[in-house]
T-cell receptor, first 114, second 113 residues
Framework: DTAVSQTPKYLVTQMGNDKSIKCEQN?????MYWYKQDSKKFLKIMFS???????INETVPNRFSPKSPDKAHLNLHINSLELGDSAVYFC?????????????FGPGTRLTVT | QKEVEQDPGPLSVPEGAIVSLNCTYS??????FMWYRQYSRKGPELLMY????GNKEDGRFTAQLNKASQYVSLLIRDSQPSDSATYLC?????????????FGTGTRLTVIP
């Protein structure tokens, strides 16, 4: 069974559209994350979320919003897509948000904005 | 200046070679150091972690940490074609917040049979 899964795997859309990426983890973890990986492979945190607290990286535009229907899911909604949003988006989860919490990553969603 | 610097490569080596991948960091608050391996079109997977200066060995892999000089290395012995991937160093800083794990840009390694 896949520990952290994401859908869709590939997403091609036009500028200005609104899209969502879904993430599910079956590890029973308390904390989930969204990361963005640019064309140079640099991974950058976007959000950290558990059932009590959402922490947002201040550099993330407010067009991006995480939505968590329950502890096992953290979806990413993006409004008014821009060319610069093209990247691979990774969902991750960990047991807790501590220094030693190992993060398990999903397979990624490759978003291309045209 | 990025807090974690990593040579992006690419690095090509013949099968059986010893490979050393390196990261330097500027934030002395980093306390926990990890290496992730990312195969093409896949998510990163945790390979090794360490938190004390010195070497930590796991099979063909050795993680080296030097806190005084602020660098971490991953040594791969007897490299195999299956080791071909991008290797990302990552470090945890004290304190809370979303940004508690800082990644290097990754080094792309190709092991040629």
């Amino acid at each position: 069974d896949t520990a952290v899964s994401q859908t869709p795997k590939y997403l091609v859309t036009q500028m200005g559209n609104d899209k969502s990426i879904k993430c599910e983890q079956n590890l029973g973890h308390d904390t989930m994350y969204w990361y963005k990986q640019d064309s140079k492979k640099f991974l950058k945190i976007m959000f950290s979320y558990n059932n009590k607290e959402l922490i947002i990286n201040e550099t993330v535009p407010n067009r991006f919003s995480p939505k968590s229907p329950d502890k096992a899911h953290l979806n990413l909604h993006i409004n008014s897509l821009e060319l610069g949003d093209s990247a691979v988006y990774f969902c991750a989860s960990s047991q807790q948000r501590g220094l030693t919490s190992y993060k398990y990553f999903g397979p990624g969603t490759r978003l291309t904005v045209t | 200046q990025k807090e974690v610097e990593q040579d992006p490569g690419p690095l090509s080596v013949p099968e059986g070679a010893i490979v050393s991948l390196n990261c330097t960091y500027s934030n002395s608050a980093f306390q926990y150091f990890m290496w992730y391996r990312q195969y093409s079109r896949k998510g990163p997977e945790l390979l090794m972690y360490t938190y004390s200066s010195g070497n930590k060995e796991d099979g063909r892999f050795t993680a080296q940490l030097n806190k005084a000089s602020q660098y971490v290395s991953l040594l791969i012995r007897d490299s195999q074609p299956s080791d071909s991937a991008t290797y990302l160093c990552a470090m945890s800083a004290l304190g809370t917040g979303a940004n508690n794990l800082f990644f290097g840009t990754g080094t792309r390694l190709t092991v040629i049979p």
